[in-house]
């Protein structure tokens, strides 16, 4: 791999394939544009707040129907949980396909990457629409409810 410029995070290229791929023979400025472009599809660091996310909380949330919903869309291995959505990805190998701050990203607010997706914004307050007045200005889930998901997501690496 070429040299980095300062400010280049070497675990940051080495973590994803892509980018790794992209960064053989980049000059130290296209390898810094190469490392900002992967920032921009996930949110790197824990949402303020919030702690190290637990698995098995994130199961619990992923697993409730009334609060995260992911089954109304998703599928997931869990096993125990019938009438599991079909509309969206299976979150089976969820872990395998997205690294961490990808999946935050994908919770939080997955409209950045898809203007157009029908997902919610679990961590966003500002231009939503069809809001009911008692939700206005509060979140789906906390920033620790998500963190928890995503840790729960990122054990899932085998796919179906």
């Given at each position: 791999?070429?040299?980095?410029?300062?400010g280049?995070?070497?675990?940051?290229?080495?973590?994803?394939?892509?980018?790794?791929?992209?960064?053989?023979?980049?000059?130290?400025?296209l390898?810094?544009?190469?490392?900002?472009?992967?920032?921009?599809?996930?949110?790197?660091?824990?949402?303020?707040?919030?702690?190290?996310?637990?698995?098995?909380?994130?199961?619990?949330?992923?697993?409730?129907?009334?609060?995260?919903?992911?089954?109304?869309?998703?599928?997931?291995?869990?096993?125990?949980?019938?009438?599991?959505?079909?509309?969206?990805?299976?979150?089976?190998?969820?872990?395998?396909?997205?690294?961490?701050?990808?999946?935050?990203?994908?919770?939080?607010?997955?409209?950045?990457?898809?203007?157009?997706t029908?997902?919610?914004?679990?961590?966003r307050?500002?231009?939503?629409?069809?809001?009911?007045?008692?939700?206005?200005?509060?979140?789906?889930?906390?920033?620790?409810?998500?963190?928890?998901?995503?840790?729960?997501?990122?054990?899932?690496?085998?796919?179906?």
């Amino acid at each position: 791999m070429t040299a980095m410029t300062e400010g280049t995070d070497p675990d940051t290229v080495a973590a994803s394939p892509w980018l790794a791929t992209v960064a053989r023979g980049l000059s130290p400025v296209l390898l810094a544009l190469a490392s900002h472009a992967q920032a921009l599809d996930g949110i790197p660091n824990p949402l303020p707040g919030a702690t190290a996310g637990d698995p098995q909380r994130g199961r619990a949330i992923v697993a409730d129907r009334h609060v995260g919903l992911c089954l109304l869309c998703h599928s997931a291995p869990i096993p125990e949980e019938r009438f599991q959505g079909d509309l969206a990805p299976s979150l089976a190998g969820a872990g395998a396909r997205w690294t961490v701050p990808q999946l935050r990203l994908r919770i939080a607010d997955s409209s950045r990457l898809n203007p157009q997706t029908i997902m919610p914004s679990y961590f966003r307050t500002e231009g939503l629409a069809r809001v009911a007045p008692a939700h206005a200005g509060k979140t789906i889930l906390s920033a620790q409810q998500i963190e928890d998901v995503v840790a729960y997501l990122s054990t899932l690496k085998d796919t179906p």
